[in-house]
Structure formats: C-alpha cells, structure tokens
C-alpha cells in the first residue's frame, strides 16, 4: 500500500504517541453504543492532540451574512428557515484538530463550512459541509474504527497496519484520503457539500431526501504547487476578510434529489451527478467580524437539530450532534 497521504499522514506522524490513550474494540452499530459520541471525541484527540479547541475543523474564521430564500425553497419544504430573509453566522475552517495547522498543507483538507441561520423566537438552523462530496465511510461507529487506527499506523508500524487492513475493507475511505482537491485560491472559492441526507416534508406533508451543496458564486479556483509556494501559513485567514470588505461573497445554496436508487443512511456514497438540483437560495457574506478565541470557543453548531419541515435521513447526524456539545464542553 502507498505510504499515507493528507491529513492522514500528519495524524499519524504527530499523534503515535497518542495511541495509549485511545480505547480498543471493533465498531458496533450507533444504536448500541451509547459512548459512541463522546468515544469519537477521544478519538480526534488520539489522533491530532488535546488543544482545548474544536476536536476537528480546530481553525477557522467567522463571518456574518444573509440568507435569501428561494421560491423553490418555499415549495419543498415548509421549514422556517426557507419562510423569509435571515441572517447568518458562518465559520469556515481548515481540517484536523490542529489550530496551527498551515492553511498551504494538504493536510487541511477537505475545507469546512459550518452556517448558522437565525430564525423567528430566537431559534437557529445549523448546517456543517466540507469541500469533499462524501464522507470516508458509512457510520460513526466505522468512523471510529478509522481515527483509532491512525496512530497505530505510523511508519515503525508492523505491517499490515491497523490503517492497510481498514482500508481493505473500506476502499472508500482510501479514495476520500488520496482524493482530496488541492489547497483552494480562497475559502470563497471551493464548493461545499453537506455529505449527510435530510427529509424535506412540504405543506401537504409530502417528503423529499436530499443532500446539501453549497457552489461558489466567485467560481472554483485551486493552486497549483508554484502559486502555492508563495501563500503563507495563513493565507485562507487573511484573505477572506479583506475580500468581503471588497466585495460580498456569495454561494448557492442547492439540494440534490434522491432517487429510489440512493442510500440515505451512506455519507460515503457521493450521490449520482445526474441527480436533479433544486436552488434553495443564495447566501451572501457580507462583513467580518472580530476573531477572538473567546469567540471561536462560544460559537456551537449542531446539524442535528431541524425545524419542522427537514427531518434527519441518516442516522449518523444523530452521533454527530451528541458529539459536538462534548467537544463544546471540553473546550471551555
């Protein structure tokens, strides 16, 4: 097998002496291990390191924008969010739980996107994508089968290592880590999936599965190895700000339509580009704000929690948001 590439390579390279920590057994269905979200935290932490910061996307930067529905929108789904004009909060992220991460290194893929949409009462509407049309495997519990084996795979590793013999059985997952895009010319402009399925249910009670994407009005544009060369370590950082305040950014909020054909409980199979596209509006960011830790640290998404109107279609966004309030908590 080649030797690791991405991210996966500095998790190894970085986190070996993590392996102790981490705890052993295979993966089990969602249902029957209640631990599962807080065992996946521990396994991020085995796998990049405790820095008391979000246990994967770990940098970032925030913004604020505005949400504009779309007369589709409003037909597909009765949700709130889709009734009128909200505002936003976005975050977007490099990968690992790195908060030092270079933005230059491929390790930093795929890129995140995490929007928060303020509705009526208080209310809110998360949404958590990255720049990968796909996740590397099916379930939570085979998540954390993968982030343990990464530690234990390093190059001193007696072959094959516990990351040759996951891949064997989960070729997927090898192509989400040798697959990835290069480093984008800016957060703005990389398109965003959200790998996880939804149920829109519309007035009558109709439903409709789909998966998120989010496509980059300024268009994609990634570097090559010489441009790449010249960016610094914070290159997505520091770009993004000035370029809102030059101009607003934008991204066209779609939903992919399920056929009967598509598996809704399978992130790791990227849906059929032939699939039908509904534009459920556009969003546009518009100002940036004040980037503090205290910030970073107060900001919680939790993709889990739908509005009337969406429903959950994979069960692995339920592990998802019991995850999130535990690396919340530790990071306080």
């Given at each position: 097998?080649?030797?690791?590439?991405?991210?996966?390579?500095?998790?190894?390279?970085?986190?070996?002496?993590?392996?102790?920590?981490?705890?052993?057994?295979?993966?089990?269905?969602?249902?029957?291990?209640?631990?599962?979200?807080?065992?996946?935290?521990?396994?991020?932490?085995?796998?990049?390191?405790?820095?008391?910061?979000?246990?994967?996307?770990?940098?970032?930067?925030?913004?604020?924008?505005?949400?504009?529905?779309?007369?589709?929108?409003?037909?597909?789904?009765?949700?709130?969010?889709?009734?009128?004009?909200?505002?936003?909060?976005?975050?977007?992220?490099?990968?690992?739980?790195?908060?030092?991460?270079?933005d230059?290194?491929?390790?930093?893929?795929?890129?995140?996107?995490?929007?928060?949409?303020?509705?009526?009462?208080?209310?809110?509407?998360?949404?958590?994508?990255?720049?990968?049309?796909?996740?590397?495997?099916?379930?939570?519990?085979e998540?954390?089968?993968?982030?343990?084996?990464?530690?234990?795979?390093?190059?001193d590793?007696?072959?094959?290592?516990?990351?040759?013999?996951?891949?064997a059985?989960?070729?997927?997952?090898?192509?989400?880590?040798?697959?990835?895009?290069?480093?984008?010319?800016?957060?703005?402009?990389?398109?965003?999936?959200?790998?996880?399925?939804?149920?829109?249910?519309?007035a009558?009670?109709?439903?409709?599965?789909?998966?998120?994407?989010?496509?980059?009005?300024?268009?994609?544009?990634?570097?090559?190895?010489?441009?790449?060369?010249?960016?610094?370590?914070?290159?997505?950082?520091?770009?993004?700000?000035?370029?809102?305040?030059?101009?607003?950014?934008?991204?066209?909020?779609?939903?992919?339509?399920?056929?009967?054909?598509?598996?809704?409980?399978?992130?790791?199979?990227?849906?059929?580009?032939?699939r039908?596209?509904?534009?459920?509006?556009?969003?546009?960011?518009?100002?940036?704000?004040?980037?503090?830790?205290?910030?970073?640290?107060?900001?919680?998404?939790?993709?889990?929690?739908?509005?009337?109107?969406?429903?959950?279609?994979?069960?692995?966004l339920?592990?998802?948001?019991?995850?999130?309030?535990v690396?919340?908590?530790?990071?306080?």
């Open positions: 097998m080649p030797a690791p590439q991405g991210w996966m390579a500095a998790a190894i390279l970085t986190s070996a002496q993590a392996a102790g920590i981490l705890l052993g057994g295979t993966a089990m269905a969602e249902t029957d291990k209640p631990d599962l979200p807080a065992q996946l935290v521990k396994d991020f932490h085995g796998a990049f390191g405790n820095h008391h910061a979000r246990a994967v996307h770990a940098k970032g930067v925030i913004l604020e924008g505005r949400f504009e529905p779309s007369p589709d929108a409003q037909v597909a789904s009765k949700a709130e969010v889709f009734t009128g004009n909200r505002r936003v909060s976005v975050r977007f992220s490099d990968f690992t739980g790195l908060p030092d991460i270079p230059t290194s491929g390790d930093a893929n795929p890129r995140g996107l995490a929007i928060k949409f303020d509705l009526p009462d208080g209310a809110t509407y998360d949404i958590v994508a990255h720049s990968f049309n796909g996740f590397p495997v099916a379930t939570a519990a998540f954390s089968t993968l982030l343990q084996a990464l530690p234990l795979s390093g190059p590793a007696a072959k094959p290592t516990a990351l040759d013999r996951f891949f059985d989960h070729p997927r997952a090898q192509a989400f880590f040798t697959t990835q895009k290069p480093p984008p010319e800016s957060f703005a402009t990389t398109a965003y999936f959200g790998v996880n399925a939804f149920t829109f249910t519309d009558t009670g109709r439903p409709l599965t789909v998966r998120y994407r989010f496509v980059p009005g300024a268009g994609e544009h990634h570097l090559e190895s010489d441009a790449l060369k010249t960016r610094s370590a914070s290159y997505l950082v520091d770009e993004i700000g000035p370029r809102v305040a030059a101009h607003p950014i934008t991204f066209m909020w779609q939903a992919q339509i399920a056929e009967p054909a598509d598996r809704a409980d399978d992130p790791s199979m990227a849906w059929p580009e032939t039908r596209l509904i534009t459920l509006g556009v969003i546009t960011i518009d100002k940036a704000v004040e980037n503090t830790p205290e910030r970073d640290r107060a900001l919680l998404f939790m993709p889990g929690d739908v509005p009337p109107g969406i429903g959950i279609a994979d069960p692995m339920a592990v998802r948001n019991a995850a999130y309030p690396s919340f908590g530790e990071r306080q």
